[in-house]
């Protein structure tokens, strides 16, 4: 039975919880998930330091799609143009000056590796635990995307504040990184 | 779909991220696992957001790209910094610090 037949046969609707269930958004979200979990995993183990830069695009395309997903379109725009299109370009040539070969580098990884698979697997077992006690079935309530006017609205008017101190952080940043990085 | 989702999505890619801060001794490759802490951060807040239904966790979300961008410029331009004064960026390596 196809998706959208078994969609029809529900109703449109979870016969668990009542609720809408949107199949088109749960596949996406599950083609992305995977492709992000799989591809930040290779990223943290790989010994090509390229390749990581690589891998690490299609974890900020897949939030971007998540973004998307959540109706944040502005997010996922500004994610793709700031992230995909100037950071990972940034973090290329941070490669380019610091390496001189290309290939696979065995001196990437740590001795203690598994102490840090420890942590991390503790991490996730203790926010997972927390998160499923706390928001068991709890649904996404959104109806529309969010509109790009209202969050440019919101930014301007009750968050002008830190905006203004995010643009003066900015500017800060990028003398500070011309002073450290400049030769003399 | 349900916010669980998100917000286990969002806790698998900081563990990840959080185990490649530790476990790598490149300075680069430190800096890419940052950049996916802060991405599962912007996942959570837009996730909130689409649950509360309002917007202020959208704008906290661009606000966080802001930072991660003025962070990752500082943070390799001292690792260039240490490239040309060490002629290497392994963080085992930095220890001129210490006492």
Redesign the interface.
């Given at each position: 039975m196809s998706t959208s037949a078994l969609f029809a046969a529900t109703g449109g609707f979870d016969p668990l919880t009542g609720g809408e269930v949107?199949v088109a958004?749960?596949i996406a979200?599950a083609i992305m998930?995977v492709t992000?979990?799989v591809s930040?995993?290779r990223?943290?183990t790989t010994r090509n330091?390229v390749h990581?830069?690589l891998y690490?695009v299609i974890?900020?395309a897949g939030?971007a799609g998540?973004?998307i997903?959540?109706?944040?379109e502005?997010?996922g725009v500004?994610?793709v143009l700031?992230?995909i299109g100037?950071?990972i370009v940034?973090?290329l040539?941070?490669?380019m000056?610091?390496k001189g070969s290309f290939g696979d580098?065995d001196?990437?990884?740590?001795e203690?590796?598994s102490?840090?698979?420890m942590?991390?697997?503790l991490?996730?077992a203790v926010?997972?635990a927390a998160?499923?006690d706390t928001?068991?079935?709890?649904?996404?309530?959104?109806a529309q995307p969010?509109l790009t006017a209202?969050?440019g609205d919101?930014?301007f008017s009750?968050?002008i504040v830190?905006?203004e101190a995010?643009s003066v952080?900015?500017l800060?940043?990028?003398i500070?990184?011309?002073v450290?990085?400049r030769?003399d | 779909?349900?916010?669980?989702?998100?917000?286990?999505?969002s806790?698998?890619?900081?563990?990840?991220?959080?185990?490649?801060v530790?476990?790598?001794?490149?300075?680069?490759?430190v800096?890419?696992?940052i950049?996916?802490i802060l991405?599962a951060v912007?996942?959570n807040l837009?996730?909130f957001?689409?649950?509360?239904?309002q917007?202020?966790g959208?704008?906290f979300?661009?606000?966080v790209?802001?930072?991660?961008?003025?962070?990752?410029?500082?943070g390799?331009?001292?690792?260039?910094?240490l490239?040309?004064n060490r002629k290497s960026?392994?963080l085992?390596q930095i220890d001129m610090m210490r006492g």
């Open positions: 949107m958004q749960n979200f998930a992000m979990l930040a995993v990223m943290v330091v990581a830069a690490l974890v900020l939030a998540t973004f997903l959540l109706g944040a502005f997010v500004t994610q700031v992230y100037a950071i940034l973090f040539f941070g490669i000056l610091t580098d001196d990437v990884d740590g203690r590796r102490m840090a698979a942590v991390g697997a991490v996730l926010m997972a998160l499923v928001f068991r079935d709890a649904e996404l309530s959104r969010s209202d969050v919101l930014i009750q968050y830190p905006f995010i952080l900015l800060a940043a990028l500070g990184a011309i450290v990085a030769g | 779909m349900y916010l669980n989702q998100f917000l286990l999505l806790a698998a890619l900081f563990a990840i991220g959080v185990y490649g530790l476990a790598r001794r490149n300075g680069v490759l800096l890419m696992s950049e996916l991405n912007n996942i837009v996730a957001a689409a649950f509360g239904n917007l202020a959208e704008v979300a661009l606000f790209i802001a930072v991660a961008a003025a962070e990752v410029g500082v390799l331009a001292m690792v260039l910094l490239y040309r960026i392994d085992t």
